[in-house]
Structure formats: structure tokens, C-alpha cells
């Protein structure tokens, strides 16, 4: 199935009677909960798509393969597509309430101390060894609990984008273009990335809800651990065994 096909199958599902049923079984304050979520994740994911832009122009400026603009640009059009997605379905949820994501960042990460040309790997190591290695976890966490077909569909189609998005952090840290001293200063940043990774993903604390869970809401309980396990299981092992190795504090 393709990406449009796929699309339009999530749209069926998304007009279904069962997801119709699902919605009008939630209290009141359940929708208001899962409409507000939905906002706010298109909201990361406008905001996700602007990082994607930056990352796009410092790999062109470090003559980075390209194959890695191309995903990049993928990213790009993918998150965009988050975006419009997770609006339809928060319209879904509630078509009574506004539904507009804002930016909530439009300048470049930079961290302290980092040249320019320092934080043009920087952001791609953290936008994707990081952040977007966590988000498949934190998708897949979700999808355990996921029981509506049409947002099994759309969580599936997201967790798949997140792969090509992360991918494109571990075949820079692979690329032979990096220096020694490349590695060596994106492993100095390690623990920074690691602070920032939570703060994006766990600075908003949700509730458990099981109802909610089974449509996609993402509360603390499924973050947390996912957090954990994409930090321990993929991104420092993948790191260390790209020549990036934290200084033993
Ligand atoms: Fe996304
Ligand atoms: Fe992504």
C-alpha cells in the first residue's frame, strides 16, 4: 500500500461508524482532553517540520550526501502531513471546537558553545538520534494500546515516517565526512541532548486514561518508559558504536 492509498484508508476508517461510536462513548471531559492533545501534537509537528527545514540547510552547507538531503526532505513533507492529520482527527474528536496549531519555536537550537558549524551537527544528531528515536518508541508504546482501526491505521503510517526520520541522524553520525573532532564534540553534547530529549518529551505531564489510551492519547505513563527504553536500547548504544562515546563523568 502506498502513502496515498494509505491515506485513504485512514480517511474510511476516520468516517466509519466505529470510530463515530467510539468518540460519542467519551465523556465530555474526555473529549476536551483528546481534542486538546491532538492540537498540541500537531503543534510539535509544525514545529518539527520547521526543524527539518534547518537541518535540510546545514546539510547542504556541510556537503552531506545526498541521499541525506533527500530524506530531509522527506521529513519535511512528512511532517506537514502529521500536521494536517492530527488536526483532521482532533476535528473528528470535537468539529464544535478550533482546531490551530501555533509554532512553538521558529529559531534554529543552538547549544552553548558550539560553533557554527558544531550545531549544524548538532541538530541533526538531537532533531533525530534523539528526538525522533524517541518518538518511534513512544508510537510504539502507544500502538499496544491503540484498539480503534482508523487510528491503529494513522499511528501506523506515523511510526513508520518516524523510522525514515531517524534514520537520517544515524547516517550522519555514520557518514565518513565527520572528523575525529566531529565525534568527539557531539559526544561532549551527549548529556545536554540527553537533558533536552526528556524536556521536550516529558515536560508535559498527562494522566493515564485507558479510554483515551485506546485512541491514541499519549499520557506520562506511556511516555516515560518509552523515553527510557529508546535512550538505554538504541540511542547510546547506536551512538557509541558510530565512535560517538560519552566522557566518563
Ligand atoms: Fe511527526
Ligand atoms: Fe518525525
Not at 488536526?87 to 552553548?112: I, K, N, Q, Y
Not at 501506523?156 to 565518513?176: D, S, T, Y
Not at 491514541?216 to 538505554?232: F, M, N, R, T
Request: proline share 5%.
Amino acid at each position: 500500500m502506498n502513502k496515498d492509498e494509505a491515506f485513504d484508508a485512514i480517511e474510511r476508517d476516520f468516517r466509519a461508524a466505529q470510530t463515530r461510536d467510539a468518540i460519542s462513548a467519551l465523556t465530555g471531559e474526555q473529549r476536551g482532553l483528546l481534542h486538546e492533545y491532538w492540537v498540541d501534537r500537531a503543534r510539535g509537528e509544525l514545529t518539527t517540520a520547521l526543524t527539518f527545514e534547518f537541518m535540510l540547510a546545514d546539510l547542504e552547507i556541510e556537503a552531506a550526501p545526498c541521499e541525506l538531503l533527500a530524506l530531509a526532505r522527506t521529513a519535511i513533507a512528512d511532517e506537514h502531513r502529521h500536521v494536517d492529520w492530527c488536526l483532521r482527527w482532533a476535528h473528528f474528536v470535537d468539529p464544535t471546537r478550533a482546531a490551530e496549531p501555533e509554532l512553538s519555536g521558529t529559531r534554529p537550537l543552538e547549544l552553548e558553545g558550539a560553533s557554527a558549524h558544531d550545531n549544524r551537527l548538532l541538530r541533526t544528531t538531537f532533531g533525530c538520534c534523539f528526538s525522533e528515536t524517541v518518538a518511534i518508541h513512544v508510537l510504539r508504546g502507544s500502538h499496544a494500546h491503540i484498539t480503534l482501526p482508523s487510528v491503529r491505521r494513522l499511528n501506523q503510517e506515523h511510526m513508520k515516517e518516524e523510522v525514515g526520520h531517524a534514520r537520517l541522524g544515524w547516517a550522519l553520525v555514520a557518514w565518513p565526512g565527520l572528523s575525529a573532532r566531529d565525534r568527539s564534540m557531539l559526544a561532549a553534547y551527549v548529556p545536554e541532548m540527553l537533558r533536552l530529549v526528556r524536556m521536550v518529551w516529558q515536560s508535559t505531564p498527562r494522566a493515564p486514561d485507558a479510554g483515551l489510551h485506546a485512541l491514541g492519547y499519549l499520557s506520562s505513563q506511556i511516555i516515560g518508559p518509552a523515553c527510557d527504553e529508546a535512550i538505554e536500547g538504541v540511542v547510546m548504544p547506536g551512538l557509541e558504536s558510530a565512535g560517538i562515546v560519552v566522557p566518563a563523568s
